[in-house]
């Protein structure tokens, strides 16, 4: 090997309960915010292939584990449906999910994968929704206890949880930008959301420590979207850094250091636009801080000085402070349309070690998403060979740092199979395997053939 991985490190990959499953109808479960939202607007994005049969892991789970071990998994990540679970969010607990996921969980087990198990991956049950969601603090309890009862449930056989999967995505989506339900554009909302969010993150850390789930960690999986400036000019500087807080230090200081950093609450202080925080609330979030960080990495962002001073008239928003910036020359992804920029895998883990206690972490998503995948197809088999090259790039980043002393356990791909996606169906094709939506036949792609060897020699 030319790079060589620490003993036991982590390869395998990642999905979540809605893209995965299917059977949205089935087994019991309640409707979350993604059923609705697709039957009410089939159109939106959604291209009319809603969340109800996917890839239908619900039903086909065993012979996808198998593929999992195939391609030599040691660990996998999904999540629960807490609508699944839970079908109204609180109250009842559908036998028919608990024993699907044991099953799920067992069959990992059983074929040597470890389970990684995250409680939250954007679908938040309808019936909470509809009494406002994260901004209603009831539903911060209801999530807590949701969580105690998956660590009851489960916590015997998985070591590993996480508590949430990228929580700002849902305040972006549901309360600034525009794409996820319930699609409203307010930032106080978006304060409000974000706050019970971290503060039920610690909540369900807090009941994990009470269950004394044996040995097992708790976490959070984190975007994190490393902000590089235009130039060291000072205004270049300073948005580059606004864009930092508002993005990332947001959620990765109080989940990892257990506070919010000064110069974030001075901006929002100075903007009215303090989220509401009950005593006791700060202090809390910093008696219960993970043990275990995930991060998914996508692109940078490329941030420059305000060219206008906003409309102080118009509605308060991040983007107030800084103005994104298209690098000259940068590589994009020529099938999707996102930034790639390997070393951006490099500056998060160096960033984690200096000023983040150097916390174990991991790679929980990183990938290549491809459109009209079919036309890479060859002998019955999609030829990826770009996406080869894409995590053959990050990983070299990775194991610089890892070198350099970065505390980083493992890495998971974004995505073990071809899934549905919140904004845009089937469109972008992320996995190993592929999937006919149709047939629902399996076949893996040549990067599955590739990381098999990797994960087989622990490097390349
Ligand atoms: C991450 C999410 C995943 C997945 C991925 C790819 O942000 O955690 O759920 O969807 O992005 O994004 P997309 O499907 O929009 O291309």
């Known amino acids: 090997n030319e790079y060589t991985f620490p003993k036991g490190f982590w390869w395998g990959s990642a999905t979540s309960a809605t893209q995965i499953e299917g059977a949205a109808n089935e087994g019991g479960k309640g409707p979350n915010i993604w059923d609705y939202w697709y039957k009410k607007e089939p159109n939106r994005f959604f291209e009319n292939v809603g969340p109800e049969k996917t890839s239908d892991f619900y039903h086909l789970y065993k012979e996808d584990i198998q593929l999992m071990k195939e391609i030599g998994h040691n660990s996998f990540r999904m999540s629960i449906s807490w609508s699944r679970l839970i079908p109204n969010g609180k109250g ?83 309360y600034l930008y525009d794409f996820h339900y319930p699609n409203i554009v307010d930032f106080k909302k978006a304060a409000q959301v974000a706050f019970h969010t971290v503060l039920a993150s610690a909540k369900a850390i807090e009941r994990f420590r009470k269950e004394k789930v044996s040995d097992g960690k708790i976490g959070i999986i984190l975007n994190l979207t490393p902000s590089y400036p235009r130039s060291q000019n000072p205004y270049d500087l300073k948005a580059s850094r606004i864009a930092d807080l508002f993005f990332n230090r947001s959620f990765l200081d109080p989940a990892v250091l257990g506070e919010y950093p000064e110069e974030l609450i001075e901006i929002l202080r100075e903007h009215g636009q303090l989220p509401v925080v009950q005593d006791g609330d700060l202090e809390f979030i910093k008696n219960h801080t993970v043990d275990l960080l995930g991060v998914n990495y996508y692109q940078p962002r490329r941030v420059k000085a ?56 991991f790679i929980s998503e990183n ?52 899934n549905w996606s919140w904004c845009n169906a089937y469109k972008n094709r992320y996995g190993f395997v592929s999937v006919d939506i149709t047939t629902q036949k399996r076949s893996l792609k040549k990067s599955a053939l590739w990381f098999k060897q990797v994960s087989h020699n622990n490097g390349f």
């Open 92 to 174: 009842e607990v559908n036998e028919e999910a608990v024993t699907f996921y044991n099953n799920v969980i067992n069959e990992l087990i059983d074929n040597g994968i470890e389970p990684f198990v995250n409680l939250f991956h954007f679908d938040m049950p309808l019936k909470l929704q509809q009494v406002g969601g994260w901004e209603n603090r009831d539903v911060v309890e209801a999530y807590a206890d949701y969580a105690e009862i998956c660590f009851r449930l489960f916590g015997n056989r998985v070591k590993k949880w996480f508590t949430f999967n990228e929580p700002i995505v849902p305040v972006e989506g549901g």
């Open 306 to 361: 305000k060219e206008h001073l906003p409309n102080p008239y118009s509605p308060f928003m991040p983007d107030w402070f800084f103005d994104n910036y298209e690098m000259p020359g940068r590589k994009m992804n020529p099938y999707r349309g996102w930034e790639i920029y390997e070393k951006g895998i490099y500056d998060i883990m160096i960033n984690l070690k200096e000023n983040y206690g150097n916390i174990e972490s």
């Open 367 to 418: 990938g290549m998403g491809v459109q009209n995948e079919e036309r890479f197809l060859k002998d019955g088999m999609i030829h990826d060979d770009y996406r080869i090259e894409f995590i053959k790039g990050h990983l070299q980043w990775l194991h610089k740092a890892i070198e350099e002393g970065a505390n980083c356990k493992g890495y998971h791909l974004w995505t073990f199979m071809d």
